[in-house]
């Protein structure tokens, strides 16, 4: 991979010979996002194959849309775009996605979540667990950086139930970090030595 970035100075060179069609830049393109991709599929899709499947088809989006790339803003931002759609495309063909309807919604302050802060092992399996609706609406608002409205056009639903969901996911989590704390207080070695980035997504989460 790296003899292959090498041969591109910057990213628009790379991009530039994408558009030609020269198979040593798509592959070069693919290798340095696909990993960092997937990742992204995965938090999405619980079963590794549909991520994969998600990502596979994202690629082969990115590459027969790319001259729509005008770029005004972040490549890897364009393509991260591409991918939650496909993963979202995914969840609704297989009718996995249940959004519980926002009546009653007892709703909490906004906050937000680094993108760093989800490579910590315990909160992304913590993630993984919450329900499909929960998780889907909490990854695009604070990982993604999507507004409830643009949550709700692009799954169809109302802001007040993306806001519901957002609001019972943060719940479920924090439920889970209580569990995890009362845990380290009994481990010596967790209690003093947690993860940074828990650490950190404990302070937002409280």
């Known amino acids: ?3 292959l970035l090498k041969l591109y100075k910057n990213e628009t060179d790379l991009i530039a010979d994408c558009l ?3 198979r040593h830049a798509q592959e070069a393109l693919y290798k340095k996002y696909s990993s960092k991709m997937l990742a992204i599929c995965v938090r999405y899709l619980s079963d ?4 994969e499947d998600a990502m596979t088809n994202g690629f082969v989006r990115v590459f027969t849309q790319l001259e729509n790339f005008r770029q005004e803003g972040s ?3 364009w393509i991260r775009r591409i991918m939650v759609n496909e993963a ?9 996605m249940y959004l519980e309807p926002a009546e009653n919604a007892d709703y909490h ?3 937000q979540i680094e993108e760093k802060h989800l490579e910590a092992e315990e909160l992304l399996a913590m993630v993984q667990k919450l329900p499909t609706g929960y998780r889907t609406v909490f990854n695009l608002y604070a990982i993604e950086g ?3 409205k643009e949550i709700a056009e692009t799954l169809g639903i109302s802001e007040s139930t993306s806001k519901s969901q957002l609001n019972r996911a943060r719940n479920m989590l ?4 209580a569990k995890m704390d009362r845990h380290w207080q009994t481990d010596t070695n967790k209690a003093t030595n947690p993860s940074q980035e828990l650490k950190l997504v404990t302070q937002i989460l409280i």
């Open 75 to 77: 490549f890897e931002g």
């Open 174 to 177: 924090k439920n889970e970090l």
């Open 48 to 51: 590794r194959t549909e991520a």
């Open 146 to 148: 999507y507004s409830h």
């Open 109 to 111: 302050n906004d906050y």
């Open 1 to 3: 991979m790296l003899k």
């Open 20 to 22: 030609k069609g020269k």
């Open 88 to 96: 979202l495309a995914i969840l609704r063909k297989k009718s996995k």
